[in-house]
Nanobody, 116 residues
Framework: QVQLVESGGGLVQPGGSLRLSCVASETIFGSPAMGWYRQAPGKQRELITFITNEGNTNYADSVKDRFAISRDNAANTVYLQMNALKPEDTAVYYC??????????WGRGTQVTVSS
């Protein structure tokens, strides 16, 4: 069964922190890499970071030095630690394999709102 369940979002003030979690089914988690994506209102979904099975990571410039991705292979879980949050980080956050393809299953995501 294909599964992607994101959690941990919420409302946070600028400068605050959140930690997102994503539990994936083995079919997806066994991919070469897992990524976090986000979609802001009126914008396309974008990849912001990914982590390979070996633990190598990559970050978009917009989140570099503020966000950290990690994974727990025993729990099929990927995490996203978000620090120094900015209003422009407001979006729905999704996890999925990286790269992903047309027709891939997506979870419901978790809303992150950064506002004072």
């Amino acid at each position: 069964q294909v599964q992607l369940v994101e959690s941990g979002g919420g409302l946070v003030q600028p400068g605050g922190s959140l930690r997102l979690s994503c539990v994936a089914s083995e079919t997806i988690f066994g991919s070469p890499a897992m990524g976090w994506y986000r979609q802001a209102p009126g914008k396309q979904r974008e990849l912001i970071t990914f982590i390979t099975n070996e633990g190598n990571t990559n970050y978009a410039d917009s989140v570099k030095d503020r966000f950290a991705i990690s994974r727990d292979n025993a729990a099929n879980t990927v995490y996203l630690q978000m620090n120094a949050l900015k209003p422009e980080d407001t979006a729905v956050y999704y996890c999925n394999r990286y790269p992903n393809y047309r027709g891939d299953y997506w979870g419901r995501g978790t809303q992150v709102t950064v506002s004072s």
